[in-house]
Nanobody
């Protein structure tokens, strides 16, 4: 079955950087979109960014644009979220998600088929 396993979360100071990984297994993701979401305490899960598995199509939420990037390591079947210039408001549990099939770029929770368990990111001095 499909499994998405996030790793790399932790505590980082404001202005710092952190890299999250999402190991994907259980099927081919060649025709999929891989997204990242986050959820802070008391808030709804929100879209962070997405990439097609090919890497040709990427899209980010406005508040992370220019600070976050997403890439695919095909050799390891892993999706990588690189975060820089982190702010306290970036603190949240970060989730990896997969939407199978091509078409429009998915940006909402409902549009994804599979989810990881999440990894905590805390930005604090």
């Amino acid at each position: 079955q499909v499994q998405l396993v996030e790793s790399g979360g932790g505590l980082v100071q404001p202005g710092g950087s952190l890299t999250l990984s999402c190991a994907a297994s259980g099927r081919s993701f060649d025709n999929s979109y891989m997204g990242w979401f986050r959820q802070a305490p008391g808030k709804e899960r929100e879209f962070v960014g997405v990439t097609s598995w090919s890497g040709r199509n990427t899209y980010f939420a406005d508040d992370v644009k220019g600070r976050f990037t997403i890439s695919i390591d095909n050799a390891k079947n892993t999706v990588i979220l690189q975060m820089s210039n982190l702010k306290p408001e970036d603190t949240a549990v970060y989730y990896c998600a997969a939407r199978l099939g091509r078409g429009f770029i998915p940006t909402t929770v409902r549009q994804y088929d599979y989810w990881g368990q999440g990894t905590q990111v805390t930005v604090s001095s």
